[in-house]
């Protein structure tokens, strides 16, 4: 079975650029979590769909960020525009959508924003 | 949890023996725990869950272990090896959502 697939795998802007991530989860998950990642932290979401609808997204910066998953399927997340505090590593993770079931990582996407 | 920036703390172990990596957990609405193991430049990945009415689950050569009331779960890993390196993470679902809330992480070096 595939895993969650991410690209970029890096990707480095200057700091008022734009910037934009892809994810595909693993089939037939409903669930898919974007987080955030800073150096030596763990992992923070930043919003949740559930097939194409936002269960979350308390934590995520929306005068900069945004996130779609226009057919339940495959999201991209992005900054627009990017600060110097936004380099990180952006996480896709993928669940089959019931209450406690284990999340699945992908590789992530390392931002540096210059 | 807590943020401790860059200087995560680390655990150090010879091969061969038992690691115990301990996580305190912030919500006691909390009833489900993942120990996610993260090795560089890859997503974290499962290692083994524990439901709340559960203190202790076994899986291959690691154990978890839940303390609820003080809020504290161990992952214990047996003859530790080299691949073992990496940085472990705990995270708690809260009872009734899809939310999942990561601890600030343990480097565990394996020393040969």
């Known amino acids: 079975e595939a895993g969650v697939a991410q690209s970029p795998r890096y990707k480095i802007i200057e700091k008022r650029q734009s910037v934009a991530f892809w994810c595909n989860p693993i089939s037939g998950h409903a669930t898919l979590y974007w987080y955030q990642q800073i150096l030596g932290q763990g992992p923070k979401l930043l919003i949740q769909f559930q097939n194409n609808g936002v269960v979350d997204d308390s934590q995520l910066p929306k005068d900069r960020f945004s996130a779609e998953r226009l057919k339940g399927v495959d999201s991209t997340l992005k900054i627009q525009p990017a600060k110097l505090e936004d380099s990180a590593v952006y996480l896709c993770?993928?669940?089959?959508?019931?209450?406690?079931?284990?999340?699945?990582f992908g590789p992530g996407t390392r931002l540096l924003v210059l | 949890g807590e943020s401790v920036g860059l200087h995560l703390p680390t655990l150090s172990v010879q091969e061969g023996d038992n690691s115990i990596i301990n996580c305190a957990y912030s919500n006691s609405a909390s009833d489900y725990f993942i120990w996610y193991k993260q090795e560089s430049g890859k997503g974290p990945q499962f290692i083994i869950d524990i439901r709340s009415n559960m203190d202790k689950r076994q899986g291959q050569r690691v154990t978890v272990l839940l303390n609820k009331t003080v809020k504290h779960l161990s992952l214990q890993i047996a003859a530790t090896q080299p691949g073992d390196s990496a940085v472990y993470f705990c995270a708690e679902n809260i009872k009734g959502t899809y939310k999942y809330i990561f601890g600030t992480g343990t480097r565990l070096k394996v020393l040969a």
């Open positions: 993770a993928s669940s089959l959508g019931q209450v406690k079931e284990t999340q699945y």
